[in-house]
């Protein structure tokens, strides 16, 4: 693997990726699936000295790093407080994972007719998806920290609002735009 940067910046905007492909577990060179990227995050998980110095919840707002990047994986750090929500959203196409390393975060799943399904994952519990999954994150807990793995990498995704006579709307936003509430 070889790292690429990503979108300059700091706090709560995506910064260059602070990892090496030597720090991750060995990943093959192709697209990997779901199964695969919930490896990938639940190893980097179990190794808080790769990652723990880039956690912070002093920012005003969400912080998130990009830990590495290549042409295959896509790999963030994200911090979360209970104010914290991604509003709905989808991945584009690509697939994830998520592995939740401190704290809790709540994953909210929309339903045509009725209530959101709803799922709170505590800290050392992951949960992978394919790219045709929709949801909404939010911090469960304040200094909440989980690692979220992407395949093939993002570059656009799915920013929905959902109004209150139930329409949906999709706007594509990019990967480097920090996802929010529309509704």
Known sequence: MTLAPTSPGAGTTPSGAVLGAEELPAVPPRV??????????????????????????????RHYVSLFRDAHVDVWLLCWNTVD?????????????????????????????????????????SFSFGPDHIHRMVGAVDGSVSIHAYSPPLWRMGQYS???DGVMRRWSVSYADELRPLD
């Open 32 to 61: 990997l699936g779901p199964a695969e990227l919930e490896d990938l995050v639940r190893d980097l998980a179990a190794r808080p000295e790769v990652w723990a110095a880039h956690a912070r919840h002093d920012t005003g707002g």
């Open 162 to 164: 959902i109004s209150s």
């Open 85 to 125: 929500d991604t509003g709905w959203h989808d991945h584009d196409t690509s697939s994830g994972a998520v592995a939740v390393t401190r704290g809790a975060v709540t994953e909210s799943k929309p339903r045509l007719g009725g209530q959101p399904e709803e799922r709170t994952a505590m800290a050392g519990a």
